[in-house]
């Protein structure tokens, strides 16, 4: 006998997902400013640490191996939230975002930052999704913390990162419809969808930015060991070919002066090489673009066959390690900011006009308590800048 309420549920249901997408869709979202002759954008990532309450040690360290040992199936946000690691990072986490968020809002006042590329892991330590505790984090953790100064009507151009995804399908849904609804500068395209173009438009000159889900190309994310193994990143792993071609397309279509690839993860690294994002990376290299990523919390740059490689990912809890403590291996470093005690907090400015991209890393110095980790002697100048000359094909 046909359910006819359960068909009418369902349709009521698949409606309501259209009514949101064509919302999302036709929705105005705050933009950065058009014709200028210089735009300067900030490049900021894995920041998101406030509003994360970690599981109870009682539940992490006793209840939790007792219920794996019966054989229970433990979600993968339940064991994400119990990672020692992060646990022992929060509180320092939350503090050190917090001051960074000011110095950021202080070096962009300077210097007019107009918009800021997000290089992902926005939410630590598992994400945010459709739930009262997930807008109740959101507004905590990004409406609220980047709300005064430059960055009230400064718009983000968003990606996701490896914790944003922990949620799986729920949270990545959030961040590309809910949120841009929310607040109208979360940008994440019209589609809905964790991959998307933008340009920047000066006044003799164009910028098209293409962002992927860097997630969705790591196999590791796949086995059954990891936290970020869910029916989202199998489903978008299979079909990654469609973020190739999509980048593929967008540049190939664009006669902009700068071609930008956006994602979280690192191609070129001090701590691990994703080289499965070499599809990728081969198209960018193409079409003289440049790489923005994050994931490494430290600030880096890296040069490997004729292509910049911007590394930000130091605006939450830095780890000189990522960096290398400060020593490059091999060639294709060129700065790395960290040294034997810490990697520096910042962020990376754009300067964005027809003749160059002028790039600058702004390292916030690390004075505490008990001593100077990474001192800067003048951090609302950049430790470290260079050029680009050479425009996208």
């Known amino acids: 006998m046909m359910n006819w309420s359960r068909l009418f549920f369902l349709a009521l249901l698949a409606l309501q997902k259209l009514v949101i997408a064509e919302y999302v869709r036709t929705k105005k979202s705050t933009v950065a400013p058009v014709g200028a002759d210089v735009l300067t954008v900030g490049v ?46 929060i509180n320092n986490a939350t503090a050190l975002q917090l001051d960074t968020s000011s110095y950021v809002g202080q070096v962009c006042a300077v210097k007019n930052c107009t918009s800021f590329v997000s290089v992902g892991d926005n939410f630590y330590d598992s994400g945010v999704d459709f739930t009262t505790g997930g807008i109740q984090r959101f507004q905590e953790a990004w409406v609220g913390m980047y709300s005064q100064g430059v960055f009230a009507t400064a718009p983000w151009y968003q990606c996701l990162g490896n914790h944003d ?32 173009t933008y340009d920047l438009t000066g006044k003799d000159w164009t910028a098209t930015f293409v962002v992927v889900d ?121 700065f790395l900011g960290a040294n034997q005690q810490s990697a520096a907090n910042g962020f990376v400015t754009m300067d964005i006009s027809k003749q160059s991209i002028n790039v600058e890393y702004y390292l916030r110095d690390m004075q505490f308590e008990d001593g100077d980790l990474y001192p800067v002697p003048y951090d609302l100048k950049p430790s470290y800048s260079f050029q680009i000359t050479e425009h996208a094909i």
């Open 214 to 334: 860097s997630d969705c190309f790591l196999s590791s994310y796949l086995l059954n060991t990891s936290v970020y193994a869910n029916p989202y990143t199998v489903a978008c792993y299979a079909d990654r070919q469609t973020q190739i071609d999509f980048l593929a397309n967008t540049f190939a279509q664009s006669t902009a002066t700068w071609k930008f690839l956006q994602l979280h993860h690192g191609f070129m690294s001090s701590a691990t090489n994703e080289t499965e994002l070499a599809p990728l990376v081969e198209i960018a290299v193409q079409h003289r673009g440049v790489v923005l990523n994050g994931h490494d919390h430290c600030l880096g740059h890296y040069y490997y066959n004729n292509t910049n490689f911007i590394l930000s990912g130091a605006a939450g809890y830095p780890q000189a390690g990522d960096c290398n403590y400060g020593i490059p291996l091999g060639p294709y470093a060129k």
């Open 165 to 196: 995804i922990v949620k799986g399908q729920s949270g990545v849904d959030f961040q590309t419809k809910v949120a841009p609804i929310y607040d109208p500068r979360w940008n994440f395209g019209t589609q809905g969808l964790p991959y998307w």
């Open 44 to 89: 900021i990532g894995d920041y998101g640490w406030t509003g994360w309450t970690p599981s109870p040690p009682h539940f992490c360290l006793e209840v939790l191996p007792e219920l794996q040992a019966a054989g229970l199936v433990i979600p993968n946000e339940v064991l994400n939230d119990c990672d020692p690691g992060d646990i022992l990072y």
